[in-house]
């Protein structure tokens, strides 16, 4: 019942930028530790970014000082802002909870990063 909607991806050119954007059913939102995962071609899925229940943000060491995470409690909705894209960065990018619900996953949005 609890869905996560992606939306935002898109071609960009290297060092371009980007913003995500993520909506959730879940009603409780505002209780929960949230995050931004990406999976790359031919790579595990990995955390980029989270966000605590109290504002806290944590950074995956390849996107730090690039990209920012945000969320907005009262819409249900949390956002990745995407600065100085690298190729590097191409994946398909998923936002979930943190630790993630595996049923939780949706379908991602794409974000290609050209050089």
């Known amino acids: 019942q609890v869905q996560f909607v992606e939306s935002g991806g898109g071609l960009v050119h290297h060092g371009g930028s980007l913003t995500l954007s993520c909506a959730t059913s879940?009603?409780?939102?505002?209780?929960?530790?949230v995050g931004w995962y990406r999976k790359a071609p031919g790579k595990m899925r990995e955390v980029v970014a989270s966000?605590?229940?109290?504002?806290?943000?944590t950074y995956a060491d390849s996107v730090t000082g690039r990209f920012t995470i945000s969320r907005d409690n009262a819409q249900n909705t949390m956002t990745l802002q995407m600065n100085s894209l690298k190729p590097e960065d191409t994946a398909v990018y998923y936002c979930?909870?943190?630790?993630?619900?595996?049923?939780?996953w949706g379908q991602g949005t794409q974000v290609t990063v050209s050089s």
């Open positions: 966000i605590l229940n109290d504002g806290r943000t």
């Open positions: 979930n909870l943190r630790p993630p619900v595996d049923r939780y």
């Open positions: 879940e009603t409780r939102f505002s209780q929960y530790h």
